[in-house]
């Protein structure tokens, strides 16, 4: 129960206390996706694996990771975990494919130091949420980069496997390490000390963490095949580290310390034969902190040497080669790179050679010579290079240079010593698994000026190259200030990239690939020129034609200032720059720049990776657009014809900036489908399982059926498409994910939009067959639309819209409702129909349609039909578009409630009472006009005189009287329903009979009596 309850319980909380005490112990940014709690892995530790794991610096390293790794493992102690007064105890660490980028800047400021300084942040190992009690820590297979650019000094190990134990509570105690690198790299001012080389150590080492001091026990290490033996010791100091430290090879023979030579330790190494004297020692003494550096020594010496391997009958005889390697100032300004002789004979050929390099890292003196020739052929006897299967041709030299820093730096060509050549005449290497180079011919002339690179003609498989160019200032490389410019034009009439092509994505050059780049400022003294110009270019499956480029590589930036190509029979243009391109490249910093691109027409569905078969995506998938995290982009770009899916684009133009994994698109605008179109929004793939979109569009003039065959969203979202046919105007916003074959995930999308029907005629849809079939109008089956407008809204995947109103001939109607993703509908129809539309037919009719069934459908919901023009319906459409079920509920006649419709009714019986009382009354009056006129005069004043009472008495008495006579004529038509309705219009019949002064008198007594007007409505229960 202990086992399951614990992660169940502590994980949240775990995760909450490591991801506070983190932030709180670092000024930096730390983040992870979670953390996972588990029992089994390290019982009866409680293990906690915080998955994907980001430590990312502040300025001056903002953006630049420190550590990222999938998986971080702590193993915590369980007893801490379930007592909350203590703190959690932390037993092991285990760093699983950690990628750790060390950095120091120009300034000398490292990226490692991000331990906050205050009192608060100092004192939380002893009072925060963790106790640590390490006795074990482990790395596999990391990537470790540390880049010194002050120093100008790099490590880049990958492959490196590492673990400690001992028991780190104590004050003095003994690590145990164990090592293996499977590839090395060191350099130091520009010099490789150690290329891709395999280091193997176990190492014992004496801790005293009272003095932060660590010293080498016992030890074995290996190097390539060179043992070492290491004494001494490193102490942590708050200025930096100070190093002790001796290394020597005792008893290593000629053959083992070969072995550091890249290329040479191969898998034929151990059938090396060689012989000779050989000794190697050095040591590293002193303060390595901010600007300092540690004394340095290395000494090695070949003397008498022969190497020969045993399947090559011919030797190199001859080898003599002393290097020493110095310094003993803190700023590494005395340095001293000294081979005094380098010598050696093949095959009766000899070379030789020296250098002597002062001040290497700063403002550096050379002295060197080369003179000799090499027999390429006899270099694969001897040596066979690793991927070669053979070499032919000789490449001669004669090259001697004496110059200081300050004539390199002033251009004090006459006191400069450098000239000589270089040349090679019919030279072919074949490689076991790329294509055979032949070089024609290569001639290098130097001065201290210009480097001269004549035609230069080579073949490699298929492809041909001609290179020409110089190289000015070639001298300028060895300052900090000036530099080398390389001008090189380059043609060809076929480059063939995919022979050169590997299959082996995850080759071992590919693991240290970062990690053997050079610094930052290598590449700032150094400036490209390029000219190009490819007849044909072959890539994958693009075949491009007539490549023609001109731009300058600048240090850290790229500028195209022009480019040219030929594909598909479509032409590019292109220009734009990309800044801090080598550091985007190498150091995971941010690139920035700009491009744009003119294309007069192309076809992208060529270039899709797979392609969808149908809208189900049978047969294929496309993947996640993935923006790059750290490149910013601005394009423009220009097209007259766009082929996309079933999309065509004409004369398109566009602007989209990527940054931070998120393409923002500030307009993209065209004619397709028959209209035109202005797009914008966003897109980000910071999540890749559910990238968000954000859009708006307009469309102008599109083409109903042009947009429903063509877009997927357009069928799934607007069904009904496909029963239109004409134009439209529309405006819309839409935001959601896409799925992860970067379609819409359609119940998620919300929309809000317009529709603006400029022509139109539905035709075909089911759900106006039905309504036409059964109100017997064949005019509904078909509707043309013109200039209708229509609000619509989507949301939890349903599209609602907004109730509309729209005409057919003289027939309205008002629609609203939704329809959902799967074509299910709900929708509304509210019709005013003339009665005699749906009764034009009724001879040919049937029982079942028309005006019979509109009866039919009225008794069973107690609606009277008969009466009024016009007829109101409730046209309830649901189902699918397939497959729709409508039904019609008639709501009324006239546009009237059955209460309005009855009252009516009752006005037109009392009108034809009225005219009959008229008629008679009219005979009356020409006989004895005169008579009735004084009658009806004197009675009026007679109850003008009485008293409110009297006169209301005898005013309701009337009225009854004749509320009754109507009623019953009345009742006798439309039934019992008027009740008592029918006061109002009493009154209106007894106006039409009074005429003339008596009407008048009449009505002014009614005014003075409105309190209590009987002809007034009156309450209920009143």
């Not at 029979?569 to 490249?585: F, P, R, V």
């Not at 859009?695 to 065959?709: C, G, W």
């Not at 009225?858 to 459409?877: C, E, P, R, S, T």
Request: hydrophobic share 35%; with cysteine; proline share 3%.
């Amino acid at each position: 129960m202990l086992m399951v309850a614990i992660p169940y319980f502590y994980q949240d909380k775990i995760a909450k206390v490591i991801k506070e005490e983190v932030n709180k112990q670092l000024d930096a940014n730390v983040d992870f996706e979670g953390v996972s709690i588990s029992l089994f892995k390290d019982f009866p530790n409680v293990s906690a694996n915080i998955k994907n794991m980001t430590v990312t610096g502040n300025a001056p390293f903002e953006g630049v990771h420190l550590y990222k790794a999938n998986n971080t493992y702590l193993s915590l102690d369980i007893f801490s975990i379930i007592n909350s007064n203590n703190p959690y105890v932390l037993n092991r660490i285990l760093l699983d494919n950690p990628n750790i980028n060390i950095k120091i800047n120009e300034q000398g400021k490292a990226n490692y130091d991000i331990t906050k300084s205050d009192e608060s942040a100092a004192t939380n190992n002893e009072t925060g949420a963790f106790h640590i009690e390490l006795n074990k820590y482990e790395l596999k297979n990391g990537d470790i980069s540390f880049n010194d650019l002050q120093g100008n000094t790099y490590v880049g190990l990958s492959g490196f496997n590492h673990s400690g134990s001992g028991d780190f509570s104590q004050d003095l105690y003994k690590l145990s390490t164990k090592t293996n690198i499977k590839n090395t790299n060191l350099r130091m001012g520009g010099v490789h000390y150690l290329k891709r080389a395999n280091i193997n150590a176990e190492i014992d080492i004496k801790v005293d963490q009272t003095k932060s001091s660590y010293s080498i026990d016992k030890n074995k290490m290996q190097i390539n095949g060179l043992s070492l033996e290491n004494e001494g010791s490193i102490v942590m100091l708050d200025e930096g580290v100070n190093l002790d430290i001796d290394f020597k090879a005792p008893g290593n023979s000629f053959k083992e310390i070969l072995s550091l030579i890249p290329g040479v330790y191969s898998k034929s190494f151990d059938g090396l034969q060689a012989e000779g004297v050989s000794h190697f020692e050095g040591s590293i003494h002193g303060l390595y902190g901010q600007d300092k550096y540690p004394a340095l020594q290395l000494h090695c010496k070949l003397n008498d040497g022969t190497i020969q391997y045993p399947d090559f009958p011919k030797p190199i005889k001859n080898v003599n080669v002393e290097i020493n390697i110095e310094s003993k100032s803190s700023d590494l300004s005395d340095m001293l790179v000294d081979v005094p002789n380098f010598n050696l004979n093949m095959d009766g050929k000899p070379l030789t050679g020296r250098l002597r390099l002062q001040d290497p890292l700063g403002k550096p003196n050379i002295n060197g010579l080369l003179n000799g020739d090499v027999d390429l052929g006899l270099i694969q006897q001897i040596a066979p290079l690793e991927g070669i299967e053979s070499m032919e041709g000789v490449l001669s030299s004669n090259i001697e240079i004496k110059a200081n820093y300050h004539d390199i730096e002033q251009s004090n060509y006459e006191a400069i010593q450098f000239n000589g050549a270089l040349s090679s005449d019919k030279l072919h290497i074949k490689y076991e698994d790329q294509p055979d180079i032949h070089v024609s011919n290569i001639e290098l002339r130097a001065n201290p000026k210009q480097i001269d690179i004549p035609n230069t003609s080579l073949t490699a498989g298929k492809s041909d190259i001609n290179i020409q160019g110089s190289i000015r200032e070639p001298l300028a490389y060895l300052t900090q200030k000036n530099q080398t410019i390389i001008d090189l034009n380059l043609k060809s009439e076929l480059l063939d990239i995919n022979e050169w092509a590997s299959d082996d994505a995850n080759s071992e050059d590919d693991a240290s690939k970062n990690n053997d780049a050079g610094s930052d400022s290598d590449v700032e003294r150094m400036v490209l020129n390029y000219k190009a110009d490819i007849q044909r270019l072959k890539y994958e499956d693009y075949d491009i034609r007539q490549i023609a480029s001109r731009g300058k590589i600048k240090a850290n930036d790229i500028n195209i200032d022009s480019y040219s190509m030929l594909m598909d029979g479509s032409k590019m243009k292109a220009s734009g720059q990309i800044k801090n391109a080598y550091d985007y490249l190498y150091n995971s910093e941010p690139a920035k720049g700009n491009m744009n691109i003119y294309v007069d027409q192309i076809d992208l569905n060529k270039y899709l990776e797979e392609e969808t078969a149908s809208e189900n995506h049978q047969g294929g998938e496309t993947e996640i657009v993935r923006i790059p995290k750290d490149l910013i982009i601005d394009f423009v770009l220009e097209a007259g014809k766009i082929i996309y899916q079933d999309y065509i684009l004409n004369n398109a133009k566009s602007r989209i900036e990527l940054k931070d994994e998120k393409a923002d698109l500030a307009y993209f605008t065209g004619g397709t489908l028959g209209g035109q179109f202005d797009l914008k929004g966003s897109y980000n793939s910071k999540n890749l399982e559910k990238p968000v979109f954000d859009f708006s569009y307009d469309l102008e003039r599109m083409d109903f059926q042009q947009l429903f065959k063509t877009s997927l969203s357009a069928r799934r979202l607007a069904p009904i498409l496909e029963y239109i046919q004409g134009r439209f105007n529309s405006d819309m916003s839409i935001s959601g994910n896409f799925g992860p074959d970067m379609v819409p995930e359609f119940t998620d999308v919300t929309a809000n939009g317009f529709l603006q029907t400029l022509e139109g005629a539905i035709k075909g849809f089911l759900p106006l067959d039905q309504i036409a079939q059964k109100l017997g109008l064949e005019d509904l089956r078909s509707f043309e639309i013109k200039d209708s407008k229509n609000w619509f809204e989507i949301k939890n995947g349903a599209v609602e819209i907004e109730e509309t109103a729209f005409t057919k001939q003289d027939m309205n109607f008002k629609a609203s409702g939704k329809h959902f993703i799967d074509n299910t509908m709900d929708y509304l129809i509210k019709a005013e129909i003339p009665r005699d539309k749906i009764g034009e037919n009724i001879v040919s009719q049937s029982m079942d349609v028309g005006i019979n069934w509109l009866e039919s459908q009225a008794k069973k919901v107690g609606v009277n039909v008969d009466v009024g023009d016009l007829v109101y319906f409730d046209i309830k459409i649901k189902g699918s578009f397939k497959d729709p079920k409508v039904s019609i509920v008639p709501t009324g006649s006239g546009g009237k409630s059955l209460k309005s419709s009855a009252e009516d009714k009752a006005k037109e019986v009392l009108n034809e009472a009225k005219e009959k009382a008229m008629d008679k009354a009219k005979k009356e009056v020409d006989k004895k006009k005169e008579e009735v006129t004084k009658k009806v005069e004197k009675k009026v004043d007679e109850i003008a005189e009485k008293t409110k009472e009297e006169a209301k008495k005898k005013v309701d008495e009337g009225i009854k009287k004749g509320k009754k006579a109507i009623g019953d004529k009345a009742k006798d038509v439309i039934g019992d329903q008027v009740g008592d309705q029918l006061g109002d219009k009493a009154k209106e019949a007894i106006d039409e009979v009074i005429d003339g002064k008596a009407k008048e008198k009449v009505d002014e007594t009614i005014d003075k009596l409105k309190d209590i007007n009987p002809f007034k409505k009156k309450k209920k229960n009143g």
